[in-house]
């Protein structure tokens, strides 16, 4: 039988685990857990291929307890008490071990009649999932778990797998593999922390690569050719990638650099991230062209609700036409500045007592207690609509949170308030 080269060098033991030293390393809590031999219930979170199946698999053999492996997208509870009903304490003297994979795809009612199970103790239940389990798991069986996050495997992770891989392979294919880090680097980098994944990808390029004198020769040129050249082969939406190429987008846009602009909105609409891109491109209009051009923040919810309704390949043509009048637009982050620090005050606690003129008089229970308010000054009965009044809690009132900046349009409403208060 052909063994899949990312099987042939599964973990036997944690100490060969890829990554996750934070809860399998020496002071891990996962890793004393399974050392003490006593298995709770328990919940492994984290994107596919970061161990969580070889982790369960181990736990299996070290506690000796047969392992029943159930995934939710197709199993039922009929499987589940099936299972149940098979124990024999002759052939699973230590008790069954469940692995229920990608447990949020359960409803409500077959997560909680799991709760039967985990009470009388006849099953150790091991869920895993690739969500977030405080949003897809419910509260009485997340009260019943210990949850432990499984983190994207780190880059010098990754490359000592492959390392690993390549001489397994040398040993079980009797050929010598030549290697160079490079070609390891573009494997490692396209393989978002998945470590299956990154070896998927090395068997492939080391299947498709010719044998010369019993060697195989891997650098990174040929890698690239191998896998169609396609730098977003295995492309994460959640991963570094993701975040990496809207930065540079919004960084761009922000930059007033047109060309590169454009480059990253096409990366970007090749791998599916319309909607991250409408998003960000109008917060580039709002936060850094602003107030230098307030009429381009209308502009581009029209581009983008134009986007958004045509859809790919069309989308492109409005979205194209907005990132560049952004990148071009005369910029300023005032506003962006003003109500950063305003927040910021109000989040260290300045909450102060509205002036009483400026405060809701109708609703006062006491007549006495309206008599007192100070008049409240109308501005539209002064001239050009200002009256020099205070609006500011008293403990802020010469506090300035808008610092106009240098562009026409700050220019012409600086101008404009010192007119009026003459």
Known sequence: MNIPLAQKIRPKNLNEIFGQKHILGNDGLLAKIIDSGEIPNLIFYGSPGTGK????????????????????????????????????????????????????????????????????????????????????????????????????????EIKKALKRAIKIFEESEN????????????????????????????????????????????????????????????????????????????KSVRGSDIDASIYYLARLLDVGELTNVCRRLMICACEDV??????????????????????????????????????????????????NTALKDVKNGKIYQIPRHLQNIHCDSSEKAKSDIPEYKYPHDFKNHWVNQQYLPSELKNVKYYYPQKNKNEKAFEEYLKRIKI
Do not use: W
Request: neutral net charge; contains cysteine; proline residues 4%.
């Open 53 to 156: 199946t070889t982790v369960a698999q181990i736990i299996s053999e070290k506690t000796n307890k047969k392992l029943y492996r159930l995934n939710a997208t197709t199993a039922s509870l009929s499987d589940i008490k099936e299972i149940v009903t098979s124990i024999n304490p002759i052939v699973t003297p230590n008790g069954v071990l469940l692995y229920l994979d990608e447990i949020q795809y359960f409803n409500k009612k077959q997560q909680q009649s799991l709760l039967e199970f985990l009470e009388n103790g006849k099953i150790t239940l091991i869920a895993s999932t690739t969500e977030n389990p405080y949003f897809y798991i419910y509260n009485a069986i997340l009260s019943r778990c210990h949850v432990f996050e499984f983190k994207p495997v780190e880059a010098e």
């Open 175 to 250: 050929v010598k593999i030549k290697f160079d880090d490079k070609a390891l680097y573009i494997i490692t980098k396209i393989s978002s922390g998945d470590v299956r994944k990154a070896i998927n990808m090395l068997e492939i390029c080391l299947l498709s690569s010719e044998t010369k004198q019993n060697t195989k020769n891997l650098n990174y040129e040929k890698i690239v050719k191998l896998l169609n050249g396609n730098s977003y082969f295995g492309y994460n939406k959640t991963g570094d990638d993701h975040f990496d190429l809207l930065s540079a987008f919004q």
């Open 290 to 339: 602003g107030l230098a051009y307030p009429q381009i923040i209308p502009i581009v919810k029209s581009c983008v609700d134009i986007a958004l309704q045509v859809g790919m390949p069309e989308s492109r043509i409005p979205l194209a036409d907005a990132v560049i009048m952004v990148a071009a637009s005369p910029k300023s982050n005032s506003a962006y500045k003003a109500i």
